[in-house]
DNA sequence: TCGTTTTCTGAACGCACGTTCAAAATTTAA
DNA sequence: TTAAATTTTGAACGTGCGTTCAGAAAACGA
């Protein structure tokens, strides 16, 4: 934390504690996650975090910027290749629940801090639903899609896929891939223009 | 509390108490919700949650009892008295909100009980999803609804609801009628069977 | 090798929490 | 009016929390 280009042991200790965070707050709850616990998991001393990350709100603001910057990496590229708003919105959906399946405790430590009693990270929370509304504008621009209120159905699609870590770590051989067949399919009549 | 029977001021205590844990519950979250401060609101000392309630866990479940109570018996006789399985699930979405701006408070307390820490509540939400599905069976009973999985559309329909107790908090002009329709319309589309 | 810098340890501190309980205040009943 | 029962007070206690920091250990550079 001293030095002002990083050290690998700087670097490898950031990346270990994050990752002990993600888990620790994932399994526990943000409400039981407390700094001896993390460094517990970690095998470390508790001041260790405070010297690689200021405090406590320094840690969880590097698990944020992780998490986002992992999920937004995997995802976004692969929801703008799709050649229809449609086939990028069922992209949207299906993309999420992999990279659920990829890191299963990544998503639901960042529902856990997105959540947690101040909003210091609602701006994630609502930059989340604005690229789902993006997407969907799309779709209405070219005629793909109905006459819906964008918010709404983008704060549904948004509820819809942030439930799901919640169930998967109630029951941890939930088939992700049917899960997100079945929610692009719901989304798929929700979003359509009605023909008649 | 050592009464067999309920004194007048017992009844009225506990009923002030409940309503002030909501209301603190609701308006700090549930991690801010100390006795403390319920007490504060109450105009009261922190003993007497005690011993009114035994303990804390005694008063969160009150609370708990109370606003479920209310929820169902003010939808539940709407839902039911729908000729069609479409109009129920129309209805069920509908009161749902009616509700919320009838008791701006109640519904967002009850769900960050349920989504606390520990598990304690995790039945109230299963019970909750439950209630959805057994409209979702009706519709597709009478034929009115496709094939989908009703897992997932309860799933999605509750989350979608109580993704709203937020919205609401953090803007209290919203109008809930027109959500309301929204969502009816949304999930309306996501439920017919599909016509080609 | 040896001095410097980086990293880690673990005890100490103040704070907020839920619970308890003796004593005081209030209500009830005769 | 008076004695018993109910209700309230508020301080005390133990626990777990995040933070701090002097000193030890390890890594680094010459």
Redesign the interface.
């Given at each position: 934390m001293r030095s002002e280009n990083e050290t690998f042991i700087e670097a490898a200790r950031r990346a270990q504690l994050a990752e002990c965070a993600v888990d620790v707050i994932a399994e526990?709850?943000i409400?039981?996650a407390s700094m001896a616990r993390i460094a517990e998991r970690a095998g470390v001393s508790v001041g260790v975090i405070s010297y690689h990350f200021g405090n406590k709100a320094g840690l969880i603001s590097a698990v944020v910027e992780q998490v986002a910057k992992t999920a937004v990496a995997l995802m976004e590229p692969q929801i703008v290749a799709q050649p229809t708003a449609a086939q990028g919105l069922r992209t949207l959906i299906t993309s999420n629940l992999d990279f659920m399946k990829q890191h299963p405790n990544a998503l639901r430590a960042l529902l856990e801090i997105i959540?947690?009693?101040?909003?210091v990270y609602?701006a994630q929370g609502a930059q989340a639903i604005s690229d789902v509304e993006k997407v969907l504008h799309w779709g209405q621009h070219t005629g793909e899609f109905?006459a819906?209120?964008t918010r709404?159905?983008a704060?549904?699609i948004?509820?819809?896929i942030?439930?799901v870590p919640l169930?998967l770590s109630?029951d941890e051989d939930l088939d992700l891939t049917a899960?997100g067949e079945?929610?692009a399919?719901?989304?798929d009549?929700?979003t359509?223009k009605?023909?008649h």
């Open positions: 526990a709850g409400g039981k959540r947690a009693d101040d909003g609602a109905g819906f209120d709404v159905m704060t549904t948004r509820a819809a942030d439930a169930l109630r899960y079945e929610l399919g719901l989304f009549r929700a359509r009605e023909s």
